[in-house]
């Protein structure tokens, strides 16, 4: 994985040293609510492998979502109305 602190900002991780990512990714694993955290590491790191700037994709298609919603007939009524 190239980017261990975007995954874990990505994910709301709080993993104190990152170069013991694997330590703590094993004690994560543990939890019932991450018990498919290395299935979620290996889609991160296919889409690393497909986009060079994982961040800046997520801000693109961020604003991609933004840009669609003001588009929105539905949204401009909704801002006149409050």
Known sequence: ??????????????????THFD???NQISKVDKWKNIYEM??????????????YQFRMDKSNEIINFINQQDLFKNLVMII
């Open 23 to 25: 330590y703590y990714i």
């Open 41 to 54: 590491i290996k889609l991160y790191e296919l889409a690393e492998s497909e986009h060079s700037d994982l």
């Open 1 to 18: 994985m190239r980017d261990i602190k975007g995954f874990c900002k990505l994910m709301d991780l709080s993993i104190p040293e990152y």
